[in-house]
């Protein structure tokens, strides 16, 4: 909604008896430290991510049970606007007002009973960010702290915006060095008297960012503190004490390009009592430790969480869950606080369901590891050594000396998907990814792709139904057969599965199969007192489980991909639950969309949609249509410059676009407008609004042309197979 309609709007919902600031007594936005520790208290509201301060992601609501819940339906949606691209956050709701974030970090407020729009903020993100982030422009959600919210947009930058009006007061850049890819796409986490925010992009480039974490004053956004999570190149000065004992834990060798990695990209949590703000940080960078030199250490503070004071900025302790992470297995899942009982006596813990399989349940004030079992199955590690804190690796964790398939892939057992925590039934409800990656050392293993961006010199790929050996074997060099790979399990090797566990007996209590055999990214849970757990899927239906046993209740089908957590909020008497929905994230690298996803009938439209009690059917998007390839210019390039081209595209566009339907473009199908001006695209930004800025830093005119020509030959491949077809949908 264009900014000067605003004041119209909001006029005609005060007309219409919409309330904007919907609580008596009370302005828009008023979350404070007592109304949080209070949370329990005011079951209507929604104040965090994770509802509350512990981050549980349940609700002590419970209107809707399993005496009813059948019943629930559709109450309203709201469209989040183009462009239709994954949606990650979970809506905040206080005192009648829902808020939440989308693509490139646009901010949304509307009025929780009706999902009428009160405002909408365009952060205006620079256009050059959209390149950075690893896994789509998404944007994990809002915080909102007296009267403020709080969101930071794709190109790093942190905005306090008015929350009855969704004015700016305040934008700060948070990034240090816009020479290195980085971006943001997590959300800012209140601590004391600070708002923090991290960053990422561990994956990306020659050898990642350097991982960093700033405190910024609520009202004015001065810099407060900057706590870097890995040192600088040998031979730079330490920014911070702790860098000092994390350098002897790198390889003096390593060159300034290497930057080391250990982002933080989501997954804080605040403990008020202790002062202590605690995150995970991201992977080590590269993924081959060999690259940085002979010496094979733990590289610290990577793939770790971290306790630091929110006041000083100061660490209070850090537990590393994978030293010399190799895997991409960052700790940067969802972190909950529960009391739970540990040898005979209650402790306050934070716990994880870390990327690499295993659970991790920490004192909250020390950091001692309680707990560590794994899971999902892993063959990477045999077990944490509860002595040391440390995995136990397998031979199968060796991809160095031959391509591997390891159990949990680089997408994790568990990644940022949210799980919840019921204090009523004391269990942790786990969105599992019980899949492996092939790991192929591509400098070594012989085939012609040397590097591909987000993965450096490695390569980690899924035996899903895509999994192709021979042609895996012609780009990246020999790899298993998925015979020889399926005989590891007697379930297919890629799953999706909700799974209940018991963190204090450290067990599975029930589970259920959500995805099988396909890489589907279903959504995060939500668990209430009603004995319910809600989780949607990829398949575009939102299920309803018997927190205590497992049981199926219900299934409401939406037409559109569910990613994100639910949530739930009462206005009067009435108790909604609602989702963000949209496909998208990591998947749009991983290539096509998944055919078990309802964007592969629907269109991408990413909404919020709330349901309530006797509600009635979603309203499904229009259907998909997926255009039939336009006749192809002539291809006038070489066969070798068709091979170089092929290899340019797996290594810098891949992540992004993939052949067949998906949320970026099919280049192969490319009217004639946009083939007349590819060059331009690729090279000078010519449609950078829509996120794909210039890549004239990486690829040369040469390289653009061979790209150019590998697409018109895969153009004319599709455009052939098409006219020769005698289905309707290739002959418009």
Same mark, same amino acid.
């Given at each position: $909604?264009?900014?000067?309609?605003?004041?119209?709007?909001?006029?005609?919902?005060?007309?219409?008896?919409?309330?904007?600031?919907?609580?008596?007594?009370?302005?828009?936005?008023?979350?404070?430290?007592?109304?949080?520790?209070?949370?329990?208290?005011?079951?209507?509201?929604?104040?965090?991510?994770?509802? *509350?301060?512990?981050?549980?992601?349940?609700?002590?609501?419970?209107? !809707?049970?399993?005496?009813?819940?059948?019943?629930?339906?559709?109450?309203?949606?709201?469209?989040?606007?183009?462009?239709?691209?994954?949606?990650?956050?979970?809506?905040?709701?206080?005192?009648?007002? $829902?808020?939440?974030?989308?693509?490139?970090?646009?901010?949304?407020?509307?009025?929780?009973?009706?999902?009428?729009?009160?405002?909408?903020? *365009?952060?205006?993100?620079?256009?050059?960010?959209?390149?950075?982030?690893?896994?789509?422009?998404?944007?994990?959600?809002?915080?909102?702290?007296?009267?403020?919210?709080?969101?930071?947009?794709?190109?790093?930058?942190?905005?306090?915006?008015?929350?009855?009006?969704?004015?700016? !007061?305040?934008?700060?850049?948070?990034?240090?060095?816009?020479?290195?890819?980085?971006?943001?796409?997590?959300?800012?986490?209140?601590?004391?008297?600070?708002?923090?925010?991290?960053?990422?992009?561990?994956?990306?480039?020659?050898?990642?960012?350097?991982?960093?974490?700033?405190?910024?004053?609520?009202?004015?956004?001065?810099?407060?503190?900057?706590?870097?999570?890995?040192?600088?190149?040998?031979?730079?000065?330490?920014?911070?004490?702790?860098?000092?004992?994390?350098?002897?834990?790198? *390889?003096?060798?390593?060159?300034?390009?290497?930057?080391?990695?250990?982002?933080?990209?989501?997954?804080?949590?605040?403990?008020?009592?202790?002062?202590?703000?605690?995150?995970?940080?991201?992977?080590?960078?590269?993924?081959?430790?060999?690259?940085?030199?002979?010496?094979?250490?733990?590289?610290?503070?990577?793939?770790?969480?971290?306790?630091?004071?929110?006041?000083?900025?100061?660490?209070?302790?850090?537990?590393?869950?994978?030293?010399?992470?190799?895997?991409?297995?960052?700790?940067?899942?969802?972190?909950?606080?529960?009391?739970?009982?540990?040898?005979?006596?209650?402790?306050?813990?934070? $716990?994880?369901?870390?990327?690499?399989?295993?659970?991790?349940?920490?004192?909250?004030?020390?950091?001692?590891?309680?707990?560590?079992?794994?899971?999902?199955?892993?063959?990477?590690?045999?077990?944490?050594? %509860?002595?040391?804190?440390?995995?136990?690796?397998?031979?199968?964790?060796?991809?160095?000396?031959?391509?591997?398939?390891?159990?949990?892939?680089?997408?994790?057992?568990?990644?940022?998907?949210? %799980?919840?925590?019921?204090?009523?039934?004391?269990?942790?409800?786990?969105?599992?990814?019980?899949?492996?990656?092939?790991?192929?050392?591509?400098?070594?293993?012989?085939?012609?792709?040397?590097?591909?961006?987000?993965?450096?010199?490695?390569?980690?790929?899924?035996?899903?139904?895509?999994?192709?050996?021979?042609?895996?074997?012609?780009?990246?060099?020999?790899?298993?057969?998925?015979?020889?790979?399926?005989?590891?399990?007697?379930?297919?090797?890629?799953?999706?599965?909700?799974?209940?566990?018991?963190?204090?007996?450290?067990?599975?209590?029930?589970?259920?199969?959500?995805?099988?055999?396909?890489?589907?990214?279903?959504?995060?849970?939500?668990?209430?007192?009603?004995?319910?757990?809600?989780?949607?899927?990829?398949?575009?239906?939102?299920?309803?489980?018997?927190?205590?046993?497992?049981?199926?209740?219900?299934?409401?089908?939406?037409?559109?991909?569910?990613?994100?957590?639910? $949530?739930?909020?009462?206005?009067?008497?009435?108790?909604?639950?609602?989702?963000?929905?949209?496909?998208?994230?990591?998947?749009?690298?991983?290539?096509?969309?998944?055919?078990?996803?309802?964007?592969?009938?629907?269109?991408?439209?990413?909404? !919020?949609?709330?349901?309530?009690?006797?509600?009635?059917?979603?309203?499904?998007?229009?259907?998909?249509?997926?255009?039939?390839?336009?006749?192809?210019?002539?291809?006038?390039?070489?066969?070798?410059?068709?091979?170089?081209?092929?290899?340019?595209?797996?290594?810098?566009?891949?992540?992004?676009?993939?052949?067949?339907?998906?949320?970026?473009?099919?280049?192969?199908?490319?009217?004639?407008?946009?083939?007349? !001006?590819?060059?331009?695209?690729?090279?000078?930004?010519?449609?950078?609004?829509?996120?794909?800025?210039?890549?004239?830093?990486?690829?040369?005119?040469?390289?653009?042309?061979?790209?150019?020509?590998?697409?018109?030959?895969?153009?004319?491949?599709?455009?052939?197979?098409?006219?020769?077809?005698?289905?309707?949908?290739?002959?418009?």
């Amino acid at each position: $909604m264009p900014s000067y309609a605003l004041p119209c709007r909001i006029a005609l919902l005060l007309l219409t008896g919409v309330s904007i600031a919907a609580s008596p007594g009370r302005p828009a936005g008023d979350v404070d430290a007592a109304r949080l520790k209070n949370a329990a208290q005011e079951p209507q509201n929604w104040f965090a991510g994770g509802r *509350d301060t512990d981050g549980t992601y349940y609700s002590p609501l419970a209107t !809707i049970d399993s005496s009813n819940v059948a019943t629930l339906g559709f109450a309203w949606d709201y469209d989040l606007g183009s462009p239709q691209r994954g949606q990650e956050a979970t809506p905040i709701v206080i005192d009648g007002v $829902m808020y939440t974030s989308g693509t490139w970090g646009y901010v949304y407020a509307v009025d929780a009973a009706t999902g009428h729009e009160l405002w909408r903020y *365009d952060p205006k993100a620079d256009y050059k960010a959209a390149r950075n982030p690893c896994c789509d422009m998404v944007n994990r959600g809002v915080a909102i702290w007296k009267g403020k919210v709080y969101v930071a947009a794709v190109d790093g930058r942190l905005h306090a915006l008015d929350a009855v009006t969704g004015k700016k !007061i305040w934008s700060v850049d948070t990034i240090y060095d816009h020479s290195q890819p980085y971006s943001s796409t997590g959300a800012p986490q209140i601590a004391g008297a600070v708002v923090v925010i991290g960053n990422s992009g561990s994956d990306i480039g020659v050898g990642g960012v350097r991982g960093y974490v700033s405190a910024y004053d609520l009202a004015s956004g001065a810099l407060k503190w900057r706590f870097f999570t890995v040192p600088a190149a040998p031979g730079a000065a330490f920014e911070n004490p702790e860098l000092e004992a994390a350098a002897k834990t790198w *390889d003096s060798h390593r060159k300034p390009e290497y930057k080391g990695g250990g982002t933080a990209w989501d997954a804080f949590a605040y403990d008020p009592a202790l002062d202590l703000i605690y995150f995970g940080t991201a992977n080590a960078a590269p993924y081959d430790l060999r690259q940085l030199g002979p010496d094979q250490r733990d590289s610290l503070y990577t793939a770790s969480i971290i306790a630091l004071n929110a006041t000083t900025g100061r660490k209070a302790w850090h537990y590393q869950t994978t030293p010399r992470d190799s895997w991409d297995y960052d700790a940067v899942q969802k972190l909950v606080f529960a009391d739970i009982p540990v040898g005979g006596k209650s402790r306050a813990v934070v $716990m994880q369901a870390n990327k690499n399989g295993f659970f991790y349940v920490l004192d909250r004030k020390s950091g001692e590891l309680l707990s560590a079992k794994s899971f999902t199955y892993v063959n990477w590690a045999s077990g944490v050594d %509860m002595k040391t804190g440390r995995p136990v690796p397998t031979k199968t964790s060796d991809w160095y000396s031959s391509p591997k398939n390891v159990y949990p892939s680089w997408m994790g057992g568990h990644t940022w998907q949210p %799980m919840s925590y019921s204090p009523q039934t004391h269990l942790v409800y786990i969105p599992v990814l019980d899949a492996p990656a092939v790991w192929v050392d591509l400098a070594h293993n012989g085939g012609p792709v040397k590097y591909l961006d987000g993965f450096f010199t490695v390569n980690g790929i899924i035996p899903d139904y895509q999994y192709d050996a021979v042609e895996n074997t012609r780009l990246y060099g020999p790899v298993p057969a998925l015979a020889t790979l399926q005989s590891e399990r007697k379930v297919k090797l890629v799953r999706e599965i909700l799974r209940a566990w018991d963190p204090a007996n450290q067990k599975v209590v029930w589970e259920q199969e959500t995805s099988d055999g396909v890489r589907a990214y279903d959504g995060g849970t939500m668990s209430t007192a009603g004995n319910l757990v809600f989780q949607g899927r990829a398949n575009g239906e939102l299920w309803v489980y018997a927190a205590d046993s497992g049981k199926v209740l219900t299934s409401i089908k939406t037409g559109s991909h569910i990613m994100a957590a639910p $949530m739930t909020y009462a206005i009067g008497k009435e108790q909604y639950v609602a989702v963000q929905v949209g496909y998208g994230g990591t998947g749009i690298a991983s290539g096509p969309i998944p055919p078990t996803s309802a964007a592969v009938h629907f269109q991408n439209t990413n909404r !919020i949609i709330a349901f309530k009690l006797g509600g009635g059917a979603v309203p499904a998007p229009p259907a998909r249509i997926e255009l039939p390839f336009p006749k192809p210019p002539a291809q006038t390039a070489s066969a070798a410059a068709i091979a170089a081209g092929e290899v340019i595209f797996i290594q810098e566009c891949s992540r992004c676009h993939t052949f067949g339907p998906n949320v970026t473009p099919d280049l192969r199908k490319l009217n004639a407008g946009l083939q007349a !001006i590819f060059k331009d695209i690729v090279l000078r930004g010519a449609v950078a609004p829509t996120g794909m800025e210039s890549f004239a830093d990486i690829l040369s005119e040469t390289d653009v042309n061979n790209v150019h020509a590998y697409l018109i030959d895969q153009a004319w491949q599709g455009y052939k197979a098409q006219e020769a077809s005698d289905h309707p949908a290739a002959h418009p």
